[in-house]
């Protein structure tokens, strides 16, 4: 299945995509949460579809995309996964995974915008697989890491990189500010991916092609990452692991190349989807 979440900004129905047409399947109950990953929602959800085939009600067309989850209780991003993006940016490859957190706030849409955050200076973009937990895991075995996973998604890992790396703390200073992380356009159980370990991902701005990777070149492949996170914290049903993120980042670039207001980015994996995010600047809106 293909889950969508759609509507107005927090007020977001639940939906599928089937034949590439958006359903609403919000007389289903819910939304797609911790509580519905934890219940087997997504079991209970594909019976409901298909009880109802025929009678679903297409989303009004123009609709926007939100978060095809909901707020998880953590979005977790492991750094330098990729050899060439490790490379790019002077870094020695990890002996183990890098592992920060992203503010579950900075979640948005697919097709919402970037807003370069007040006093930024280096704001980047990242195309990245994201990985949704199923269920609730803690000290999972690598064998037994797909398991605990309910599905697939595409997410933009957007960076400030002079809050990241040059304001004496942790990365997370530079990834969770507000719209640092648009998600989906849509979420894609793990049958609808043949092979996780050898799929496309690129971005561009404005039309010019900046990344263009491939998992195959995962440095710590989905099942470890799974593994390795759980013996550090506890996921829950719905939490959102985002894998890394392959060579063509601005920081990369000599000189540096960063996002401005104007600018227009599109990303996509394989089997994922395409989302658009238009750049603007940060505007103090009136109480």
Same mark, same amino acid.
């Given at each position: 299945m293909k889950l969508i979440r759609w509507g107005a900004e927090g007020k977001e129905k639940t939906g599928v995509i089937i034949n590439d047409i958006w359903y609403d399947t919000s007389a289903f109950g819910g939304d797609y949460n911790e509580q519905f990953f934890e219940d087997n929602g997504l079991e209970r #959800? %594909? &019976? /409901?579809?298909k009880a109802n085939e025929g009678k679903l009600i297409p989303v009004p067309e123009g609709s926007r995309l939100g978060s095809p989850v909901a707020r998880p209780s953590k979005l977790i991003c492991i750094g330098l996964n990729?050899?060439?993006? %490790?490379? &790019?940016?002077?870094?020695? #490859? +990890? +002996?183990? +995974? *890098?592992? /920060?957190?992203?503010?579950?706030? %900075?979640? !948005?849409? =697919?097709?919402?915008q970037i807003t370069i955050p007040k006093n930024s200076v280096k704001t980047d973009w990242e195309v990245e697989l994201a990985v949704v937990i199923s269920k609730k895991a803690s000290y999972v075995e690598e064998a037994d890491a797909l398991n605990y996973v309910a599905g697939y998604v595409l997410h933009n890992d957007v960076s400030e990189r002079e809050f990241q790396i040059e304001r004496n703390g942790t990365w997370d200073k530079g990834k969770g500010c507000d719209t640092f992380a648009p998600l989906g356009p849509f979420l894609a159980t793990q049958d609808e991916i043949k092979d996780v370990d050898n799929l496309r991902l690129w971005l561009s701005v404005n039309g010019k092609i900046m990344q263009d990777g491939n998992t195959s070149n995962f440095i710590f492949n989905v099942p470890f990452v799974i593994s390795y996170v759980s013996q550090f914290m506890t996921l829950l049903p719905g939490d959102v692991i985002s894998? @890394? !993120? =392959?060579? @063509? *980042? @601005? #920081? @990369? /670039?000599? =000189? +540096? *190349?960063? #996002?401005k207001a104007g600018d227009v980015v599109e990303l996509g994996i394989d089997g994922l989807g395409v989302s658009r995010q238009e750049v603007f600047d940060y505007v103090k809106l009136a109480d």
């Open positions: #959800l %594909a &019976e /409901f579809v990729y050899a060439d993006h %490790a490379k &790019e940016t002077n870094a020695p #490859l +990890p +002996p183990e +995974p *890098v592992i /920060f957190m992203k503010s579950t706030t %900075a979640l !948005t849409g =697919p097709f919402d894998t @890394g !993120t =392959p060579a @063509g *980042v @601005g #920081l @990369g /670039f000599k =000189p +540096p *190349v960063y #996002l």
